[in-house]
């Protein structure tokens, strides 16, 4: 094998899901050297909604509408969840970051600072959330006010039906709504439409003209019309407001399901601007092998997804583990175990396979399967069965985590938000600075 060429970095972050992507936020605001790696993890299957704590227990159902409130209840309750970890100002300053560096990319966001909204899923179902893409925003209103209300579809988009979403609103006790399906302009109507390339076609002006002039004829006295969330990449408030001028009309975006082009547009403003900020990114790689260098660092080899060959080699004094769990490949359930795939650290899990998930799939409590992970001490550092810090450079943040159900919690961006501020603080005081 030929020498790999070698990086110093003072951090090296594996992965770049939304723990990843904050994490190197925080790092190259502070500015620490930093390599990132990883395959697109969740970020591109998520609605673009921002959950920071929604319900609890989630046996019971309660959803909340202040998250504050319900993180209080959470860490009463669970107090080895990773929110006890960490203070409330802790985490309204990362998600505050996080978001102010979207906003700074061009890709606003907006929330109530202090109270969950309710936004519109894409089977219609309506959930709590915390903060929701600027693009979205106006469906949160529209879900309060009675003004007639239009949801448009396309002939050949599939998993995203207006007349469900119609029919869930209106149980929900949304009146004054209609549904419409229309052709999407300028696609050969022979093929399936792909949210994706519906996007990239809606960043050319002259479609958006034609698709104003698709959903003119069905008006009817609309004041506001919710749209599947393909409205552009990079130009969507642009696209928005012409469409808004060409209608008359309130325009927002319903999530599509996944992939979702919501977190495509997160991991393109990440994959442009990261680097701008200093951060070394091998987008669409690996971390193959770890092991402990020189004066106590790691050497990360760095190779191909499928092939896995080592093709680059990083020397970091610190690494933050943000891989995921069972998606991400973080972690690996075995036939036997779970096991954490990079580093081999202990892993909390159930006792027996037996007791990986309950026998009704939709049982209330959830599975004990969503719960396994990574402990760590109060600074992040995954700790072994001894409850001892493995290393004290490594960090662990995000979903990797055990003892946190983020999809039932309805924590999913707020956890990877948050945890990843802390990991990256805890690397400042513990390596950086020492
Ligand atoms: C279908 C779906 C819908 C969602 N909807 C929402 C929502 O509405 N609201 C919300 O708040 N959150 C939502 N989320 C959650 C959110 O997108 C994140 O997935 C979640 O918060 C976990 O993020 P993470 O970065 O910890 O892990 P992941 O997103 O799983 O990322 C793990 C990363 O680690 C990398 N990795 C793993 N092993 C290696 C290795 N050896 N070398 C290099 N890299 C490695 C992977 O490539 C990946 O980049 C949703 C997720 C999914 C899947």
Redesign the pocket.
């Known amino acids: 094998m030929a020498d790999l060429q070698t990086i110093k970095s003072e951090l090296a972050i ?7 992507i904050a994490a190197a936020v925080f790092a190259s605001r502070n500015g620490i050297t930093t390599s990132q ?7 591109l ?3 673009g ?3 920071l704590m929604g319900v609890h227990p989630v046996k019971e159902q309660k959803v909340w509408n202040n998250p504050w409130d319900a993180i209080d209840a959470l860490i009463k309750d669970v107090p080895l969840h990773p929110y006890a970890r960490l203070s409330k100002a802790d985490i309204r300053e990362s998600m505050d970051q996080f978001v102010g560096f979207l906003n700074e990319t061009g890709l606003p966001y907006k929330k109530e600072d202090d109270r969950n909204v309710s936004v519109i899923t894409p089977i219609g179902t309506v959930k709590p ?1 915390y903060c929701v893409p600027a693009s979205m925003w106006n469906g949160v209103a529209a879900l309060l006010d009675e003004r007639p209300m239009l949801i448009v579809d396309f002939w050949g988009l599939k998993g995203f039906s207006a007349m469900q979403i119609t029919e869930m609103l209106t149980q929900n006790g949304r009146a004054n709504l209609r549904a419409v399906r229309i052709p999407f302009p300028s696609v050969d109507l022979s093929t399936d439409l792909f949210p994706e390339r519906m996007a990239w076609s809606m960043e050319v002006e002259e479609n958006i003209v034609k698709l104003a002039d698709e959903i003119r004829p069905h008006l009817n006295g609309a004041q506001v019309i919710g749209l599947p969330a393909i409205l552009g990449i990079h130009r969507t408030e642009t696209i928005m407001s012409g469409l808004k001028d060409l209608l008359g009309c309130d325009i927002f975006e319903i999530p599509t399901i ?1 992939p979702s082009i919501t ?1 495509l547009r997160i991991k393109e403003k990440a994959e442009t601007t990261l680097p701008q900020r200093g951060v070394h990114l091998f987008s669409q790689k ?2 193959v092998s770890v092991k402990s260098g020189k004066n106590g660092g790691f050497v990360l080899d760095v190779g191909d997804r499928a092939t896995g060959e080592p093709e680059h080699r990083i020397e970091a004094d610190g690494v933050i583990l ?4 069972f ?4 972690l690996h359930a075995g036939r036997k175990n779970i096991q954490e ?2 580093f081999d650290l202990t892993v909390f899990q159930p006792g027996d396979r037996s007791d990986w998930h309950q026998k009704d799939f939709f049982d209330s409590r959830g599975h004990e399967i969503n719960q396994a992970g990574i402990e760590i001490d109060e600074t992040f550092r995954p700790v072994g069965i001894d409850g001892k810090p493995v290393f004290d450079n490594l960090f662990a943040a ?3 985590l055990a003892h946190q159900d ?1 999809i039932r919690q309805k924590c ?5 938000v948050s945890t990843a501020y802390a990991a990256v603080r805890s690397f400042m005081k513990q390596v950086k600075n020492r």
């Open positions: 594996i992965g770049t899901g939304f723990a990843g790696i990883g395959v697109s993890g969740g970020i299957y998520a609605s909604y921002f959950d959330t996944p977190g690996r971390v943000a891989s995921g769990r998606l991400g490949m973080g795939t990079l995000g979903s990797i983020w999913g961006a707020g956890l990877a």
